[in-house]
């Protein structure tokens, strides 16, 4: 597994472009603007949980195939521990797929259906030498079952299409338990799974984090779920990094009025009103509207949006020691460091 070199950043993503052509030439009609200089940090001296929530459309998947090195950047640079993913020769890539662990939305389309779930974990165990004899093996198999709360005689012998999505998604952690990477990568992973299994999940990634020191990227598109998860957050719109900083002060204060629509936009647990009254007619979808390279976001559906907004991308704006938002409400506080 790599280790810190230097005191670098665990994760370093900085101003990531990702354009998808389907000319292969300048920026045309065709080309779709994925990621616009997204940039995100996580440092390795404590395990970490951030969750990047937008809607769909908003870049939030593509970020993380990015991370992942299955999809190229077309700008930009991601590294681990200082060393940029996509000059890695081949002994630092097997480390880095090693420690940097995706869990992804489907949990029908993960396994080969003719493989029982024994031999998806066995085979973790001999690629990366886990265990020096098969009763070793094994135990430690049945302790990685275990640790996602799932009993070692339900799933073993078993083929995927026997088990429930939530139960696939659990063979997916344990999986990772066994590798004891540095990173997770989840894309939606509970998206597909009964909801009384939702926080089952969501309580197994907290305590990888708190027992493992495993830090996660999770993606989603609920607030509820990001919230559950706490940590810090990450707001996307479109393919920009809106807002971010600690959960409570995001969710709680959020500055940008995208995420304040977001907000709003979230049933209130009272019956009898179920959506908030600040909601409007301008919490629509992102990708229904267009918009400049060189303005924001959300001029078409902003209830504060002034002229500035319409010619000028605004920069990121320093909140507090924790909470940073791009949106020019907020000019006349300190730019945030790039």
Not at 95 to 119: G, L, S
């Amino acid at each position: 597994m790599t280790s810190r070199s230097n005191g670098a950043p665990l994760l370093e993503v900085a101003h990531v472009r990702k354009v998808f052509s389907n000319t292969g030439g300048l920026l045309s009609a065709q080309d779709v603007v994925a990621l616009d200089d997204v940039s995100l940090m996580l440092q390795g001296d404590e395990a970490k949980l951030l969750t990047i929530v937008g809607e769909s459309g908003s870049g939030k998947s593509t970020l993380a195939r990015c991370i992942l090195g299955l999809t190229p950047i077309t700008e930009g640079s991601i590294r681990y521990c200082g060393q940029e993913i996509s000059q890695m020769n081949r002994a630092a890539l097997h480390a880095y797929r090693r420690a940097v662990q995706p869990v992804f939305q489907d949990p029908y389309a993960t396994y080969n259906p003719f493989y029982r779930i024994d031999r998806v974990l066995n085979m973790i165990v001999r690629k990366f030498k886990l265990a020096s004899s098969t009763g070793e093996a094994t135990k430690l198999i049945d302790e990685a079952l275990r640790a996602v709360d799932l009993r070692p005689h339900d799933v073993l012998g078993r083929y995927p299409h026997q088990l429930s999505g939530g139960e696939r998604q659990r063979i997916m952690l344990a999986r990772i338990y066994l590798m004891k990477p540095r990173l997770i990568i989840a894309d939606e992973p509970i998206s597909m799974i009964d909801a009384a299994l939702r926080a089952l999940f969501l309580n197994i990634l907290i305590d990888f984090r708190d027992e493992l020191g495993i830090s996660c990227i999770f993606i989603t598109h609920n607030l509820a779920t990001a919230y559950y998860l706490g940590g810090e957050i990450m707001v996307m719109c479109r393919g920009r990094s809106i807002e971010e900083g600690a959960m409570d002060s995001v969710v709680k204060e959020p500055s940008h009025p995208y995420t304040q629509l977001l907000i709003d936009s979230v049933p209130s647990q009272d019956p009898r009103n179920r959506w908030n009254s600040k909601r409007t007619t301008n919490a629509v979808e992102a990708s229904e509207l267009t918009f400049s390279a060189n303005a924001c976001v959300i001029v078409e559906r902003c209830p504060h949006v002034m002229d500035i907004c319409r010619n000028s991308r605004p920069p990121e704006y320093v909140i507090n020691d924790q909470h940073t938002t791009a949106c020019f409400l907020y000019d006349d506080h300190k730019v945030a460091a790039n």
